[in-house]
């Protein structure tokens, strides 16, 4: 496999490929995660909750994201490293920059940032600053506290076309890729269809051009609850690069996510 970039991943979706993406924190899950042909890493916020142990997302540092940048970066040859920018990180211009620079830095070909229409002119900035961009729709674990909780989002017609319109501002400002993360089935297809950049989907359904997944629910190693739209991989394969193996094939074949996995 040769190295996946920004431009990979926009020809797959193209070529009507399906991109397999998953959250890793460290050099060594992320070196096998490489081998097994992942085709992105996330260094996610989520590892507030996963190594940290928080109960949500919203303590993380831009140190913290820029460690596990730096130890992923060292442990892969070819996967795309996607790095999150944490909360409260991007809320200036020159904030957004300043953090920016730091996770490129570290290792990432990308950073995510969570948030629609308000996020427009941050994305033109950074994109006019060469970092490449990935939006984040939905359920957007950085704004739990204005959800209220952990909470399917875009149900009601209103939000569902906000969402779609968010979308489209945001690759009109310049993402090259987009999360959906916990959202119908059916509003995550309309906005996969509307456009032209790779949407990659978690608690999505199948209709998105790839999947992500918190490695510690791909692997079943979460302590607490383990989410209705994830599997556990290694339960079915017993090592782990066979497990990440066996996700993509499932991805790629359509059959993961299964629509029990799925929000209507
Ligand atoms: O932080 C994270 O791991 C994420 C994924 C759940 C998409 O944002």
Partial sequence: MSRITVSTLQQMK???EKISTITAYDASFA????????????IGDSLGMVLQGESDTLPVSVDDICYHTRCVRNGVNNTL???????????????????????MQA???????????????????????????????GLTPQSVNVFGGFKVQGRNSKKAEEMIDHAKGLEAAG??????????????????DAVSIPVIGIGAGNVTDGQILVMHDALGISYGKVPKFSRNFLAETGNIEDAIKLYIKDVNSGTFPAPEHGFS
Avoid at 33 to 40: K, Q
Avoid at 84 to 93: E, K, R
């Fill in 14 to 16: 193209d070529a009507g």
């Fill in 31 to 42: 070196r096998q995660f490489d081998n097994a042909g992942i085709h992105a890493i996330l």
């Fill in 81 to 103: 490293v996607l790095s999150d920018l944490p909360f409260m990180s991007y809320a200036t211009p020159e904030q957004t920059y300043a953090n920016a620079a730091k996770l």
């Fill in 107 to 137: 290792g990432a070909n990308m950073v995510k940032l969570e948030g629609g229409a308000w996020l427009y002119e941050t994305v033109r900035g950074l994109v006019d600053r060469s970092v490449p961009v990935c939006g984040h729709l």
């Fill in 175 to 192: 993402i090259q890729l987009l999360v959906l993360e916990c959202i119908p089935t059916e509003l995550a297809k309309a906005i996969t």
